[in-house]
């Protein structure tokens, strides 16, 4: 009698493991259930996994749309969110307690130059790079460049765009590009993962090491206006930069 409530119970923690969806899932549910009220004309594409075995990049959206690609990266953290354009490492602060997350900038940055490769036709300023939010996160994150916003956000940011600049021809053909590379699976997700994992600890360990993971150059101590920090020896050429 048991070890047939073991079993049970047991058989009913691996059904819930795969049922329930993780933060960063539900997030990405969210900002999908977001994308889908938007009108027609923007076609969304959610879980885009490109390029080979080695070197892929796991895109949450793209929004394909007359106005624009928007592409879209999907935070599910909470608390308060610090960082720069350029530093590596974000800080998110929840309840007094610090962790660091890889600057989703970057991350998307990727994203959109791997997609940029599938598309080479494109130019280069119909890419919209977004990092989207939960509402609950306070985003303390000095841009200028980029995007960084709330979900709550998300609606508005987009529709602002509203100038035509690709066509209905050029956005079939984006679509079914992007629909033709794209990788699917649990393997090539795992893959992706696993691939994911390894390059974020040989940055780290590069970082420790004193190496610049972005360019190879020496990690040197800067001075700033807010005090001090690290920072490339490549600089402006590489603008590599992370907390002193
Ligand atoms: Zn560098």
Sequence with gaps: MGILVFILFIGLFILLWYLIPSKGEMAELRVHNVLIELPEEYHVIDNVIIGSNNYSSQIDHIVVSPYGIFVIETKGYKGWIYG????????????????QLYNPILQNQG?????MKILPSIPN???????CFNNDASIFVKVQNHIVINRRKLKT??????????????????ISTITSHMRV?????????FNARN???????????????RCGG???KRYGKYGSFYGCRNYPNCKFTMQG
């Design 185 to 193: 699976g649990k393997e090539v997700e795992k893959t992706h993962v």
């Design 111 to 115: 994203h959109v130059k791997a997609l």
């Design 125 to 131: 300023d119909c890419f919209i790079p977004i990092v």
């Design 218 to 220: 020496q990690i040197v």
């Design 157 to 174: 940011t987009i529709k602002r765009y509203n100038t035509p600049i690709i066509s209905s021809e050029d956005k079939e053909w984006i």
């Design 84 to 99: 720069g354009e350029n530093a590596q490492y974000w800080t998110q602060n929840i309840f007094g307690k610090k962790y």
């Design 199 to 213: 390059k974020a600890r040989s940055s780290y360990k590069d970082i420790n090491n004193g190496i610049c993971p």
